[in-house]
């Protein structure tokens, strides 16, 4: 996330005098397994009650400063204040934008009295550590105790029962100082749980529209394998550059992020021996656009895709949303020359009086206050809840044996896929965490109401069924396992099986669907 304002002057500050960190971690797990389609799976569980919450992020340090505590509306009064790094000269006392000790930031920028008076009014705060700008706390922090109490600190000095951990760029990358991050949050959270309290710990990640990099679902899987109970991944839905296909939208590359980071999640869950069913998984995802004009010029998020992005996080059951940055969240005043220098402290686009926050926040009930009580635990699978059934099925139901050409769509559990590519016999729902490895593209839920659709085939005889022994020209078409070819050079003894492991070398294409419909069209 980009950290405006975040970078000061490191002047020489009061260092703080940060408590050790004692705790007892006990943890106990109940497992019960049973098998599903051939995996074991943990159970019994309730689903998540949270309700979705909207708070916008308020960078505490940037200059003009922003009066975050006093709300210009109710989508202003829960505020994710940013950001809390390591000081300067001492890596594990907790700082401010490596700017103000927390000593300091109540001294000169009354920071405290300002929190108080936003929680007069009904507001919740949640505090995010990292940004791009600075250290993580965990980044130069080797001693995993004192990392424990720097965190500790800030969470007591707040009273806060939500934290927010932004990791990216060489924060993201650095895997020494992921481990230790996930397993200073497991001692916190397990010793707050040990005296009757309790802390939701969100991870906000970078993501492109094919979702979390390896970087961060390796932070992820450390926090899960630190046994840390993760409240949510926070995807920054925003600069995806060239990961953004020509053509595509900001909110279509967001909602496709959103998507494939929420299928990632459950597969690093289901690796750390967790199962939980898509409802929970959706309520374990926030989102958080940059609104109006992103550092990349040529991407905008638009009122329209505030507006947008507010109906599916409603649809899908997103479990937070947030913005950068309610200091941006005004119209540029006409001293703003360029957006070539994307500001800090307003949006770049034209709002008139609308508000980015009061679009997004729309129907959002939730508080960060009551995130915390939420404790993740496995849920049961029901096999019979997945099965598909034909008559409700727009598409085939996906079969192990049959033969898949590229933008065939099938169903399987419940959900339409699309095959990317030739395709036999690879599950739909593979629980792979990238999408360049399966053939199958998540299309979206089988709708309420659907009909089975006329899928265009072959009339019987249209093609004779490939021989090794006969002679093919170029042009020439046959019929392999029930999948049409064409021969792209002269070729005998052959097979069209090879089409798919080496499309380059063999003689055999494939037709596509297009070309299929061509056929039966013109039989008719």
């Known amino acids: 996330m980009s950290a405006f304002g975040a970078t000061r002057p490191r002047t020489t500050r009061r260092r703080l005098s940060i408590p050790r960190l004692i705790v007892a971690l006990i943890v106990t797990a109940g497992v019960v397994t049973g098998a599903v389609f051939g995996v074991q799976w943990m159970s019994a569980s309730a689903e998540t009650k949270a309700q979705a919450w909207f708070a916008g992020y308020a960078d505490v340090t940037a200059t003009p400063s922003f009066a975050f505590e006093s709300p210009t509306s109710k989508s202003g009064k829960n505020v994710v204040l940013s950001f809390i790094v390591s000081t300067p000269g001492d890596a594990c006392a907790p700082s401010w934008g490596a700017a103000y000790s927390l000593d300091d930031a109540a001294g000169s920028l009354d920071l405290d009295r300002r929190i108080a008076r936003l929680q007069q009014g009904g507001g919740d705060i949640a505090i995010s550590f990292g940004g791009q700008a600075n250290d993580e706390l965990a980044t130069g922090c080797t001693d995993v105790t004192r990392l424990a109490a720097a965190y500790s600190a800030v969470i007591d000095r707040y009273k806060i029962t939500t934290i927010d951990l932004d990791i990216e760029g060489a924060n993201l990358s650095n895997t020494a100082a992921n481990e230790r991050r996930a397993e200073a949050l497991a001692l916190v959270q397990a010793q707050r749980r040990g005296i009757g309290q309790d802390l939701a710990i969100w991870l906000t990640l970078p993501v492109s529209p094919s979702g979390l990099d390896q970087n961060g679902q390796a932070a992820v899987r450390d926090a899960l394998v630190k046994k840390v109970d993760i409240a949510g991944v926070n995807a920054m839905t925003m600069d995806y550059g060239s990961s953004l296909k020509a053509g595509t939208s900001e909110l279509a590359g967001t909602t496709q992020a959103l998507t494939a980071t929420q299928r990632q999640l459950g597969i690093l869950y289901r690796q750390s021996g967790t199962q939980l069913s898509d409802k929970t998984l959706w309520s374990k995802i926030g989102v958080t656009p940059m609104i109006g004009q992103n550092d990349v010029q040529s991407e905008v998020f638009t009122l329209a895709a505030a507006k947008s992005l507010n109906s599916f996080v409603l649809d899908h059951g997103v479990g937070r949303v947030s913005m950068w940055s309610l200091n941006r969240d005004i ?37 960060p206050l009551l995130s915390a009580a939420v404790v993740t635990t496995s849920e049961p699978v029901d096999a019979k809840a997945l099965k598909d059934n034909p008559a409700t099925s727009p598409y085939r139901i996906w079969n192990a044996a049959s033969s898949y050409l590229e933008g065939t769509k099938i169903v399987w559990h419940h959900n339409v896929y699309q095959a990317k590519w030739w395709t036999r016999g690879d599950l739909p729902d593979n629980p792979v965490l990238n999408e360049w490895e399966t053939p199958w593209l998540l299309v979206g839920p089988v709708l309420k109401g659907e009909k089975p659709i006329p899928v265009p085939t072959l009339p019987t005889g249209t093609y004779p069924d490939w021989t090794g022994t006969v002679q093919y020209n170029k042009g020439d078409r046959v019929l392999f396992d029930d999948v049409p070819y064409e021969a792209k050079w002269w070729t005998q003894a052959q097979s069209p099986a090879a089409a798919s492991s080496d499309p380059d070398g063999s003689p055999w294409v494939p037709l596509t669907l297009t070309q299929i419909k061509e056929v039966t069209d013109a039989s008719k």
């Open 331 to 367: 119209v540029c005043g006409s001293n703003y020359v360029t957006l070539k220098i994307v500001s800090d402290s307003c949006s770049g686009v034209d709002q008139g009086k609308a508000k980015f926050a009061d679009l997004l926040a729309s129907s959002l009930k939730g508080r």
